[in-house]
Each structure stands twice: as C-alpha cells, then as structure tokens.
C-alpha cells in the first residue's frame, strides 16, 4: 500500500461545477496535510494547509480532513477553466520508516471544460 | 524577492558525467529539501537537511550527494549520471520542519544520455 494515495485521473468537470479531489494516507498519526497545485512545466505551489478534523475554507477552496477515516480531500467551488492543473496531497508522516517527512500522492490531474 | 533559486533550468548530460545543481533561498529558512519528479508522478524526497552542516537522506539518495555550508544553499550532487536519473529536480525550502508549508523552486530539468 502507498503511504499517500490519489486517484490519477484525470478528472473533468464542466466551468462553474464544484470538484472534489482526494486522497487517502496509511499513518494514522500523521499530523500536517497539504495540498499544492502544479501546472504543467511548472513548481508546485501551495494551495491549503490542514492540521486538525474537520473543514478550512480559504475562497473557492476547502479541505477537509478526517483522521478516523485516514482521508484528506479539496474541494473546489465554482471551477475556472485556469483550475486546470494537477494537484498534488501531501502528508507529514509519523508512524513510518519516513517520519518526519514529506510524502507526496502521485497527484490529480483536473481538468475543468469552459 | 527571489525566494528559492534553481539553476541550471535545463541541463543534458552523458552517461558517466558528474554535475552539480544549484539551490539558493533567501528567506532565512533552515530547513532545505531536494525532490525528483519522474513524468505522471508525485514527487520523491531524495535529501534534506535541518540546518547548516546537517543532512539526511530522503526516500531515494542513492546515486546522488549533498551539503550544506550555509543556510541559503544547498546544493545536490551527481556523481555518475545514469539514465535513471532523468528526471526534474526541485529543491525547496520551509522556515521549520515538514509540518510547515514547504516553498518549490522552478526545478532544474535533467536529461542523461
């Protein structure tokens, strides 16, 4: 099993429609989740951030974690055709021979159609 | 403000060939980090370091070495380019450890031929 999972995708939504990207991730106490957006050619970049259970909204964003469940999603309201991007979770782990680090999904690609 | 700084952007190299990739971040961070990302995948940790004169490997070091006299480099190492070792590497910084954001520079694209 991978220590940070995504569905690759892609995922295709119409402009204006709400899209829901996850990801699922095998420590159960790992403490720190992010998500960061990657254009094509391009670094990633910082999205949202989500320490505790629960919703953090931030504009046409909102993530959403649950540790019970051991899953992390975002949630992206009202898609622009400039969403259009592969977003990638990532997970601070604690319980693994990488604790303390990093450990990236291998990413959605989403795709929003005008 | 610059932030983290990567060069060369692109760079092709030879079977056997050693080279060094340059990162630089002016931000006062202590923590640096260098990832692969291989075509369609997430990025790999490959080294990290905590502070000045620190470092410690990621998931994938084999093939590759670092150091880090200051806080604002911290350079990545190839010793003997492989075509494995095609791939975009960036490098990236955070104030703290891992549970802070963490920021990307523009990544250095690497061919091995």
């Known amino acids: 099993q991978k220590e940070v999972e995504q569905n690759s995708g892609p995922l295709s939504v119409p402009e204006g429609a709400i899209a829901s990207l996850n990801c699922t991730y095998s420590?159960?106490?790992?403490?720190?989740f992010f998500w960061y957006r990657q254009y094509s050619g391009k670094s990633p970049e910082l999205i949202m951030s989500?320490?505790?259970?629960g919703d953090k909204e931030d504009g046409r964003f909102t993530a959403q974690l649950n540790k019970a469940s051991q899953y992390v999603s975002l949630l992206i309201r009202d898609s622009q055709p400039s969403d259009s991007a592969t977003y990638l979770c990532?997970?601070?782990?604690?319980?693994?021979?990488?604790?303390?680090?990093?450990?990236f999904g291998q990413g959605t690609t989403l795709q929003v159609k005008p | 403000n610059a932030g983290v700084t990567q060069t060369p952007k692109f760079r092709i190299l030879k079977i056997g060939q050693s080279m060094t990739l340059q990162c630089t971040q002016d931000?006062?961070?202590?923590?640096m980090y260098w990832y692969r990302q291989d075509p369609g995948m997430g990025l790999k940790l490959i080294y990290y370091?905590?502070?000045?004169?620190?470092?410690d490997k990621g998931e994938v070091p084999n093939g590759y070495n670092v150091s880090r006299s200051t806080t604002e480099d911290f350079p990545l190492r190839l010793e003997l380019a492989a075509p494995s070792q095609t791939s975009v590497y960036f490098c990236?910084?955070?104030?703290?450890?891992?549970?802070?954001?963490?920021?990307f520079g523009d990544g250095t694209r690497l061919s091995i031929l």
């Open positions: 990236a910084s955070s104030y703290k450890d891992s549970n802070q954001p963490q920021h």
């Open positions: 420590d159960r106490v790992s403490q720190s």
């Open positions: 989500i320490y505790s259970n």
């Open positions: 990532a997970v601070t782990l604690r319980g693994s021979s990488n604790t303390g680090k990093l450990i």
């Open positions: 931000m006062n961070h202590n923590y």
């Open positions: 370091s905590v502070g000045a004169g620190i470092t």
